[in-house]
Structure formats: structure tokens, C-alpha cells
């Protein structure tokens, strides 16, 4: 059964009941008792079922309209994603919604509801820091409805993804700290769930085991939020407490390296002669700051115009999810700046 064929017939037939007392209970009618209201909308959940302007409009024609669901707007890769994404779709011939779940799985769950009753014809998805249990998206896949995951990879089997080499981004990075002569290197690293993140550690932690050195695990540091002032404390700490101090961060994110500046200038480090430091993103600002500072770059419009190009061929049914099995990865790029290299 694909997603929304099921109707309020199928759950009446399954529960023994008339249609007009499962529609009274979907729309918590006075006088259906709590009991039958709650066999309704677990049967409803548990087929998929929607009102039958959207299964009539999924069943029968498209939209020509797709969904996109980011973490937030103002992220300078995820503005560049959504470029990529609108030049696909329009030469296409497709709409775009965009929401922003603002890293709440409540809002991801939501946004998704209510694409779904606009008749959205498939999803992009950058899932949010909170997501654990991606059954909101499995239960989509289930039912056949194209979905192609942007970035964050979800632990999910079947999910169609486009990601950058997490891994060799942050390899690089901390290789080229190594070469400028650091021999401290600690690594502001973000959410610990998030594959990404994940990665990015392990191309730190493998960096250093390559050039001879050792991990301090004590110089590992997670920065959940990513914010600025989040990675000025941790910064922070780490110079003035830890037992050997820091002489270069290698951080997750550019906002996360900016407050690593932050700290080195509180206490009197000079960058990049006391102190190196890279970043991961390559936001706008790192070319305007001063010094300048070295980033990984992240080719955001190239994930939004792969993303878009997959979902489309997706709902268009040129290729199958099942084909793909493994995600698409989109190589970085370091950009070595004034912050990284000693003169």
C-alpha cells in the first residue's frame, strides 16, 4: 500500500466499526467514547491514514511542489544548499516550501504534517540535532513517499543521502595545523550524535595518529549548540586549566573557531604566531575577520542541486531509492587563511 491509500473505510473494516463513528472519533466528536477515539487514531497512525484531499492528491497527480526542512535559514551552507535546491526545482518545473525546524524535533515533526496536508509531491530533509528516532521518516519510506536526506545522515536503512566528506575535511585541517609546526591541537567538536560530527573527530584523531602524535583526549571537547560564546567557555577552559595548553583548535563549525579567537585574544595569544586555528564551513564572514580565518569549505550549492536532482528523479520514477545504496559524498575543500599560518 503506498502512503495515504488508506481511507476510513480500511480502519472501520479493521476495528468493526461504522465509517461516520471513525470519523467522529478523528475529529473527537462528543459522544464516542475515549476508548474508540484511541483505537481510531492508533489504526489511523499505524496505516497512515490522511484526510482524502491529500490521498486523493498523492494518489492521483503531483503537485509539483517539494518540502525542504533545515536546521535554520541563516546559516550561511544552509543558504547555499537552498540555492542549489530552487535551481534544480524551477528548471524542473517544480515549487519549494522551506521551513526551519530550529533544531527542535517538535517543529521537524510538524513541518512535516503540515507539508503533508499542502500535497507536497517529496522532502528534503536536514534532520535536527534532537532527532534520535527517525520512525516520523521511516514510516514515510514505508509507504513509498520520496525522501532524500541532506547533510545529517540519518541510522536509517534505505534513506537516500547526500553528504560532504566529513572525514577528510577535518583530516585536512588538522594536517595542516601539524605542518605549521602545532604540536597541541584541541578539537572543538560538535553533537556527538550526529554522524558529521562523528567524522569530523575521526579525521582529527587520525591526523595526529598519522604524523606521530598522540590523542589528549582531554583536548577533545563538544561544543553541542556550536554557538560562538558555547566555544569562547570551552576555550577558555581548556588554556587556562588543562595541563598542557593548547597551542591551535581545529572546531567544528566557523562560529565554534570564532570563539576560539575569542579566547586566545582575552589572554593575550597572539593568532596565528602562539595560537593556529581552522575552522568548518567557510562561512562568509572568515575572509573578513583579521586575521583571516582558514576554514573548511563545504560545497553547499552543489549538496542542494544533487539533493534536488535525486528527489525529483525519485518522485518522477526514473530511479528507484532501493538502487542507492550508499550515500552520496561531495568532496571538501580546506582554505588555509592568515589564522592557520605561522610566518
Known amino acids: ?35 474508540t477515539k484511541r483505537k481510531v487514531k492508533e489504526v489511523a ?21 517539494i518540502g525542504v526542512i533545515i536546521p535554520e535559514v541563516v546559516h550561511f551552507f544552509f543558504s547555499t544548499v537552498i540555492s542549489g535546491i530552487e535551481e534544480v526545482a524551477q528548471a524542473r518545473g517544480y515549487n519549494v516550501i522551506l521551513t526551519q525546524s530550529n533544531e527542535s524535533v517538535d517543529r521537524e515533526k510538524s513541518s512535516i ?30 509507504f513509498g513517499f520520496p525522501i532524500v536526506f541532506f547533510d545529517r545522515i540519518p541510522k536509517l536503512e534505505g534513506a537516500v543521502s547526500v553528504a560532504v566528506d566529513d572525514y577528510k575535511g577535518g583530516y585536512e585541517a588538522v594536517s595542516h595545523l ?6 597541541n591541537i584541541a578539537h572543538l567538536s560538535g553533537p556527538k550524535s550526529l554522524k558529521i560530527s562523528q567524522n569530523r573527530e575521526r579525521g582529527y584523531r587520525d591526523a595526529l595518529y598519522n604524523h606521530g602524535m598522540q590523542v589528549n583526549e582531554e583536548f577533545i571537547r563538544e561544543c553541542p549548540t556550536g554557538t ?19 597551542d591551535a583548535f581545529f572546531a567544528s563549525n566557523d ?13 593575550g595569544l597572539r593568532i596565528p604566531d602562539e595560537m593556529g586555528i581552522v575552522g568548518f564551513s567557510n562561512w562568509q564572514f572568515c575572509s573578513m575577520l583579521e586575521p583571516s580565518l582558514s576554514s573548511v569549505a563545504q560545497p553547499g550549492f552543489k549538496m542542494g542541486s544533487e539533493s534536488a536532482t535525486l ?22 575543500e580546506l582554505l588555509v587563511r592568515n589564522s592557520s599560518v605561522r610566518r
Open 1 to 35: 500500500m503506498k502512503i495515504g491509500q488508506a481511507t476510513i473505510k480500511d480502519i472501520a473494516k479493521e476495528l468493526g466499526v461504522s465509517s461516520s463513528t471513525v470519523s467522529r472519533a478523528l475529529k473527537d466528536y462528543p459522544g464516542i467514547s475515549e476508548e
Open 178 to 183: 601539524i605542518e605549521q609546526g602545532f604540536q
Open 311 to 332: 528527489l525529483l528523479d525519485l518522485i518522477e520514477k526514473k530511479i528507484e531509492g532501493s538502487s542507492i545504496k550508499d550515500p552520496i559524498i561531495l568532496n571538501t
Open 113 to 142: 504534517e503540515a507539508m503533508l496536508s499542502n500535497q507536497i509531491d517529496g522532502f528534503l530533509v536536514c534532520f535536527t540535532k534532537e532527532t534520535k528516532d527517525f520512525d516520523h521518516f521511516s514510516k514515510l519510506m514505508d
Open 255 to 267: 562560529m565554534a573557531a570564532v570563539g576560539a579567537m575569542r579566547a586566545a585574544r582575552k589572554l
Open 45 to 65: 497512525e499505524r496505516l497512515n491514514y490522511r484526510p482524502n484531499a491529500v490521498a486523493l492528491s498523492l494518489r492521483k497527480s503531483r503537485s509539483f511542489t
Open 228 to 246: 560562538t560564546e558555547e566555544a569562547f567557555s570551552v576555550a577558555m577552559d581548556l588554556l587556562e586549566n588543562s595541563k598542557s595548553k593548547p
